[in-house]
Each structure stands twice: as C-alpha cells, then as structure tokens.
C-alpha cells in the first residue's frame, strides 16, 4: 500500500473486506463492510464519496493497462436483465451513473466524476447508492481478474482480495 495515511488505509481495507465479500457471492454483507463508519452525514456522505472513488479511479487504471494505455480500445456495454444491450441513456440511474464516473475517470476528468458521485450522492434513493457501489465493486473485481489472466499489473490491495 505505500505511505498512506490512516484514514486511506482504513478505506482501502473497508473496500478489499467489501470485494472478498462479493467475490463469496454475498452483496449485503459487501454493502456492510463499505457502510460508512462515520457518525454525522457529511462526515457518511465524504467517506462513501471517497470509497467510489477510490474504486472507479482503480478501475479506470485497469480499463487503461487493458486497453494498452489507450492504443487498443475498450467497449463499455450495458445490458438489461435479459441480456440485451442498451443504450446507456436506458439503462437503470445507478448503472448510467457508473458508466458515466468510468468513462469520465478513463478520460482523465477526476473532477467530471466527483461530479457523477457527488450527484448520486446527493439525489440518489439509498438502494441506487446501494447498486452503484455494487457496480464499482463488480467492475473492479471483473477488470483485476482480466488483468490477472493478461499479466498485467493490478494494485497491491485488490490482488490481495484474490487471496
């Protein structure tokens, strides 16, 4: 993990607690281990803020060591319950926020995905912060293992959930 400080520290275990969970197949128990601990709302709101962001930011990273630093492109699709593709602009607000925080991410525009968090944050019923936190998990552990099986690099904190 490198010199971090504690408060990052303790996000970085809250999110590998939260991936091995859902690696188990166990998606409350994910949502547990990533509630905030914190007792006032903005203090909640800002942990839960800098947790997707830790996510989407090392999902970004990987969606970059997958597509060759940006030289072999990578397709984001979403699909519907039965499979099908959608256009992202259909799909669920939780799944089209997500995209949107990747792509931004990917792009190099932190600031742009502050900005989808902090809105979903802001507007979103608790079960849509719920999914979205469930689709950053999801996202980060089905990117480690593409990068894994590719030999690629993966941080030292998510490979660890491998073990």
Request: proline share 5%; with cysteine.
């Amino acid at each position: 993990m490198g010199r971090v400080s504690g408060e990052q520290r303790d996000l970085v275990e809250k999110a590998q607690r939260a991936l091995v969970a859902l690696r188990l197949g166990r998606d409350e128990d994910a949502l547990d281990e990533v509630a905030p601990s914190a007792a006032d709302e903005p203090a909640r709101t800002a942990e839960m803020r800098e947790l997707m962001l830790l996510l989407f930011g090392e999902c970004s990273s990987m969606v970059s060591r997958l597509g060759d630093g940006g030289s072999a492109p990578v397709k984001v699709q979403v699909f519907d319950e039965a499979g099908e593709e959608v256009p992202i602009d259909e799909a669920d607000p939780p799944v089209r926020t997500a995209v949107r925080t990747l792509l931004a991410e990917v792009h190099g525009n932190t600031e742009a995905a502050e900005e989808q968090v902090e809105i979903a944050l802001a507007s979103a019923a608790p079960d849509e912060v719920d999914s979205l936190v469930l689709q950053a998990l999801r996202w980060t552990i089905r990117l480690s293992a593409e990068c894994v099986d590719r030999d690629l690099p993966v941080a030292d904190w998510v490979r660890r959930t491998f073990t």
